[in-house]
């Protein structure tokens, strides 16, 4: 365990100056506050109980997100709040501010895997107990952080096998999508889909197709399309397919906004939604409640991973494991006005 000389030899400063930082009992300048807990979070110090004014006084949290403005961020927050402030914790928010650097090129997390490491060293500066990742995509992140120098859970993504995560199952989402349209009676079934390297097109994708092969289907040739998770995607990969010598009687956008440019598509073809076409699409958001018809989409548990993302982290605080744990939670097909039998 790290002495607060240790810390004080690598931030260049005396023992008492970090011993002020750490009890709160003096006004320092804050490059040299900074120094101290930079050298804190390097070394793993933690203050021990009675030590730490602010440190032992008040338990803390901290929750890095890549995000605030996207989707699901909002919600996973609501449900870490929801778990942690009753419990008497204060939550500690540091936002990345990732949206426009990674856009839609979600996989290249990786770029700024040193901003990502500076967000969690604060934190651990800050005092917190435990940190929580949320991501704004789903995907892997085996690899992102260089050290956990305090508890550490993912929430809405995976880590690797080591790792403590909250994420949802999209195989089996959009396999129930599948079911869903072949209880209907539906052969001709189409799929637009996110980006095709992107993990949650591979992961819906692999799901809908075994649940087709479990019925002795596939996609048929064309009604397979990749578009870039925005609405001008879905409505002209749905307008390239009503060319096609026989259009699809089912479509699975693999987000809402792509079944939001489908359905209009459909529309403007002159063509009825779920006369002519059934849709659905995935994610649940805000403006698939508006669609008329209601779309039937998919609803991801974004609240309840935060819930339990904070659940997790408040057990690793009180009794540190280096034992994983993966919780990959159930999604809820929302059966609206989008799909009927085949005409």
């Known amino acids: 365990m790290p002495t607060m000389k240790q810390v004080a030899a690598r931030a260049g400063v005396s023992t008492a100056t970090v011993s002020h930082v750490v009890n709160g009992t003096k006004r320092l300048s804050a490059a040299t506050t900074k120094k101290v807990r930079q050298a804190m ?9 009675g030590q730490g004014g602010a440190f032992a006084r008040i338990k803390s949290i901290g929750v890095l997100v ?3 403005r996207c989707f699901p961020v909002p919600d996973v927050l609501c449900g870490i709040a929801e778990t942690l402030e009753p419990a008497g914790y204060q939550i500690v928010l540091r936002d990345l501010h990732l949206y426009e650097k990674l856009y839609n090129q979600h996989e290249l ?5 040193e901003e990502v490491n500076q967000g969690v060293d604060a934190l651990v500066g800050d005092g917190v107990s435990g940190v929580i990742y949320v991501a704004m995509h789903d995907r892997h992140l085996d690899g992102l952080l260089d050290s956990r120098p305090c508890p550490l859970v993912y929430a809405y993504s995976l ?12 195989k089996e989402a959009a396999a129930q999508v599948a079911r869903h349209f072949i209880q209907a009676g539906h052969r001709r079934i189409a799929v637009i889909a996110g980006h095709p390297h992107s993990f949650p097109t591979m992961k819906r994708l692999g799901g809908f197709q075994i649940a087709l092969q479990e ?6 040739e064309g009604f397979m399309a990749y578009g870039n998770w925005e609405y001008q995607s879905g409505y002209d990969q749905m307008r390239r ?3 096609l010598p026989q259009r699809p009687t089912a479509v699975f956008a693999m987000n809402d906004f792509m079944a939001a440019g489908a359905l209009h598509a459909l529309q403007d073809a002159g063509l009825g939604v779920p006369r002519d076409v059934s849709l659905v699409g995935f994610d649940h958001r805000e403006a698939s409640d508006y669609l008329r018809p209601r779309l039937s989409t998919v609803a991801l548990p974004v609240r309840e991973i935060g819930r339990q993302a904070a659940g997790l982290v408040k057990k690793l605080v009180a009794a540190p494991t280096t034992r994983p744990q993966a ?6 097909l929302m059966e609206r006005d989008t799909v009927a039998p085949p005409g």
Do not use: H, W
């Open 41 to 49: 979070s390097e070394l793993g110090y933690r203050p021990r109980k």
């Open 66 to 68: 890549e995000d605030l």
């Open 109 to 113: 997390i990786g770029a700024y895997q």
């Open 159 to 170: 880590g690797s096998a080591d790792d403590f995560f909250v994420t949802y199952g999209n």
């Open 215 to 220: 019925a002795g289907l596939a996609i048929p």
């Open 241 to 243: 397919m009503l060319d």
């Open 327 to 332: 919780l990959i939670l159930p999604c809820q």
